[in-house]
């Protein structure tokens, strides 16, 4: 991680934490605001002090002091956590932060998430964040993992792996995602056309796993189609005859159901019980 985690702040160092909140929040009005309102500086406020009473050796006041903290805010950081400036959480309620959790600088989380450990082993259980990472509403970043420089977590994710710096995560267990969009899209796009489906009309801006599988699909059957067609040409050279029918249009054809086949079926037994009745009677 670059740059080492600050344990303590001077004047300056509060007045970047409030400086923090009027870049990232566009709700924030004025510092008075500030301190009066937000629960996530206030629980950084009562971190920073009982952070130093840890490193004193005075833990039990430290543990008291933090408790009384997600009392009050909702929020809970062991006094253990290093967490460095321009730290910034977002409405707050439901933020846990573990003992050897290593927060860099500029790392901005958003309510619900958890900075957990998957052991009850002593030692480094909890994540390392890097600088400028930011982490998602009810995210979850578990075990003594690395988050690189610049990475972001989306909502509700569960991460257990390493991220690079600058990726992305997203889902259950994390999956990284790409933000840029690979060659070929000519292609794909007119096949999704063809079909009666845009690939990127949910995912222009931030794509998914789903939507990637549904782009190989998609370069899958242009493949195949550039295939098929050379194999008619390359039978028709030979002399095979083959009717030229023309495909219809997958927007003219009719799905139905099977639960729709089901229930034409059920009719048609139920009309000839009838039909076979009246002619018995």
Not at 84 to 94: A, E, L, N
Not at 163 to 180: D, F, H, Y
Request: with cysteine; hydrophobic share 40%; proline share 4%.
């Amino acid at each position: 991680m670059q740059g080492e985690t600050t344990t303590t702040q001077n004047s300056s160092g509060w007045r970047e934490d409030i400086q923090s909140v009027f870049e990232r929040d566009p709700a924030a009005r004025n510092t008075f605001e500030i301190l009066t309102a937000y629960p996530g500086i206030h629980a950084l406020l009562f971190h920073r002090l009982s952070h130093s009473l840890w490193n004193l050796g005075l833990k039990l006041l430290a543990r008291l002091l933090s408790n009384l903290a997600r009392l009050i805010t909702g929020i809970e950081i062991h006094p253990g956590a290093q967490i460095g400036r321009r730290f910034f959480i977002d409405h707050g309620m439901g933020v846990v932060i573990g003992e050897t959790a290593v927060i860099g600088d500029d790392v901005t989380l958003y309510h619900g998430v958890t900075l957990g450990g998957t052991s009850w082993q002593k030692g480094k259980r909890h994540p390392t964040l890097a600088n400028n990472v930011v982490v998602g509403a009810g995210a979850k970043v578990l075990g003594p993992i690395e988050i690189g420089e610049g990475a972001r977590i989306g909502s509700n994710a569960v991460v257990v792996k390493d991220v690079p710096p600058g990726a992305t995560v997203v889902g259950v267990p994390g999956r990284l995602i790409n933000q840029s969009r690979s060659g070929g899209a000519e292609h794909r796009e007119a096949i999704a056309k063809k079909i009666g489906f845009d690939a990127y009309g949910a995912t222009k801006d931030a794509p998914d796993p789903v939507a990637h599988a549904i782009n190989c699909m998609l370069d899958h059957m242009h493949v195949m189609d550039k295939k098929m067609q050379g194999m008619c040409e390359a039978l028709k050279s030979l002399g095979v005859e083959e009717d030229d029918e023309i495909l219809p249009d997958l927007e003219s054809c009719e799905i139905v159901s099977t639960a729709e086949e089901l229930l034409k079926l059920d009719e048609e037994i139920i009309e000839e019980k009838k039909t076979g009745k009246a002619a018995g009677g």
